[in-house]
């Protein structure tokens, strides 16, 4: 078995742990995000499935995201106005942001606990968690300009 495969048979156990029934549908979209380094947004999930499942929409998908997100399979990744994009990595990692096209990218580096105890001596908050994004243009944007 691939790493890939491990990751899905592991997921479809945690949907099942939680009750959830695993429709083709479901199982298809699980299957894209595993293998998806792109971090897709659910319009990316629905084109990429289209042909498979004509009678899919993007209500489905969402509805998909929305129960893997419940259970921790996924986090949802929001900036600003646009849509939602999807990480199926839910370990602790950073994300570098293409200015160009959008894309996505994780990396990793320590998490920046020290931030936190700062931020919470100087404020009085209880800090939960923090986000922390670099922005730049991509390798592959770059050869095209
Ligand atoms: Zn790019
Ligand atoms: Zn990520």
Request: hydrophobic share 35%; net charge negative.
């Amino acid at each position: 078995m691939t790493v890939a495969e491990v990751k899905l048979q592991e997921a479809v156990g945690r949907l099942k742990e939680s009750g959830v029934r695993i429709t083709p549908q479901r199982h298809a979209v699980l299957e894209y995000l595993l293998n998806a380094e792109i971090h897709p947004t659910a319009d990316d999930i629905y084109k990429a499935l289209e042909g498979k499942f004509p009678n899919m929409s993007v209500a489905t998908v969402y509805n998909n995201l929305r129960v893997f997100r419940e259970i921790g399979l996924v986090r949802e990744l929001t900036y600003g106005d646009s849509s939602s994009r999807f990480d199926c990595n839910t370990s602790k990692h950073y994300h570098i942001i293409c200015d160009s096209c959008g894309k996505i990218v994780d990396f990793h580096y320590p998490s920046l606990d020290e931030v936190e105890s700062l931020a919470e001596k100087v404020t009085g908050f209880d800090v939960s968690h923090h986000r922390m994004e670099i922005y730049g243009v991509c390798a592959e944007c770059k050869t095209q300009h």
